[in-house]
C-alpha cells in the first residue's frame, strides 16, 4: 500500500510542477525554494519539466540550522524560541529564499519526515510550509501520512500547490 501511495504522490507532483512551469511561464513569474525535509524534492521536480530554466530561478537544501541561519537568514533567535520545524522558521526561510534567488515567489518545507525526530506536539509527519510573495508571507502546518518517503512526497506536492496558488 505505500509503494502504491509513494506512486500516486509522485505522479502528483509530476502533474502539478508540469502545470506550474506553464503558468509560471504564461505570467512571466519566477519562482524558488527553501528545502530542509525535502532537501530539494521540490526544486528537483520542477526542474525535471521541460522550460523549467524560464521560471526556477533557485532552490536551496538547508538541511541543518547552521545553513538555515547562514544562507536564508533565519534569526538565531528564532531557531531558539521556535526551533527548525515551526511557523516561525518556514515563515523566514520562504522569506530567505525569495530575496536570495529574487523570484516572485518562494516556498519552504520544514519538518519531520522520520522515522526518528518530532515531539509530542508536533509528531513525525508534521510539516511546516512557508510561501512568500510580495505582498506578505503566510505558513501553514500539515500532517502527513506514510513512510519516510510519502511524507517528503506529500510536502513537496502540497510546496507546488501553494507556489501555483500564488499564480492567478
Known sequence: MDEELQENLSRRCHE????????????????????????GMVSSCIASISGASSVLMGGAATYTEEIKERVLGVSPDTLARSTA????????????SRRLFCSDAAVSV??????????????????????SIASGTTS?????????????????????????????
Not at 512551469?21 to 530542509?36: F, G, I, K, P, W
Open 16 to 39: 502539478l510542477a508540469g502545470e506550474l512551469v506553464a503558468r509560471a511561464s504564461a505570467l512571466n513569474r519566477t519562482v524558488s525554494t527553501a528545502e530542509s525535509c525535502t532537501a
Open 85 to 96: 520545524v515551526s511557523h516561525e522558521t518556514a515563515r523566514e526561510m520562504a522569506d530567505g
Open 110 to 131: 520544514t519538518g519531520y519526515a522520520g522515522p526518528g525526530g518530532g515531539t509530542p506536539a508536533d509528531p513525525v509527519g508534521t510539516v511546516y510550509l512557508g510561501l
Open 140 to 168: 501553514e502546518c500539515r500532517h502527513f501520512e506514510g513512510s519516510r518517503a510519502c511524507v517528503r512526497l506529500a510536502a513537496t506536492a502540497r510546496a507546488l500547490e501553494l507556489l501555483l496558488g500564488t499564480l492567478v
